[in-house]
């Protein structure tokens, strides 16, 4: 059983990567999303199969994406990441829904900062996390409240405010911080 993984960058730019299991990727392909003619021709030569082989996927980031090279995973690390099931795997139908699927996440991001409100909401989560770096248990305060929020919100990676886009990657990277100590301290060895 295969299935497609789409990662969107904000301006547009389409990650596929189509993945025999988590660990094993077949193909990937990168594109622009309102290239729908090109994503379907893509989806269409992936669909039989034809002399894909599986190979190891290297993971960067929260979205566990597999990058071809570094100046990608500079480049998608912090995407919008979307699996597509088998159920969706007509090229015609896929290719198209990829595009609104992009254009449905960067409305709902634009609704959700409200023109700009919204950054103050996320400023003061990273100066919160900032706060909790030398406590070893904080991820787990924050694991069921704000660990849960930004993966419902995980559609601001691509919002086409900049400073939407860096205020998440902070807060990322504080919440990468956190687990890493919490998981130091949970097996016992030394907190980080």
Do not use: K
């Not at 904080?138 to 929020?149: D, K, M």
């Amino acid at each position: 059983m295969t299935f497609l993984l789409a990662t969107y960058r904000y301006d547009g730019a389409l990650l596929l990567e189509l993945l025999a299991d988590w660990y094993s990727v077949l193909a990937t392909a990168e594109t622009e999303v309102a290239d729908v003619e090109a994503n379907q021709g893509i989806l269409a030569g992936w669909a039989d199969g034809a002399g894909l082989r599986p190979a190891p996927r290297r993971f960067r980031g929260p979205s566990l994406i597999r990058m071809p090279g570094p100046e990608v995973a500079r480049d998608y690390g912090r995407g919008f990441a979307v699996p597509v099931t088998d159920a969706d795997a007509v090229a015609a139908r896929t290719a198209r829904r990829l595009r609104e699927t992009f254009r449905q996440a960067q409305e709902r991001a634009d609704a959700r900062l409200a023109g700009g409100a919204y950054l103050a909401v996320l400023s003061g989560y990273v100066d919160r996390l900032r706060g909790m770096r030398d406590d070893p248990a904080a991820y787990r305060r924050v694991e069921h409240t704000l660990v849960a929020i930004m993966a419902d919100e995980r559609y601001l990676r691509i919002a086409v405010d900049e400073r939407a886009r860096d205020l998440v990657a902070a807060i990322d990277d504080e919440l990468s911080h956190l687990y890493g100590r919490c998981m130091d301290l949970e097996r016992g060895g030394q907190a980080r």
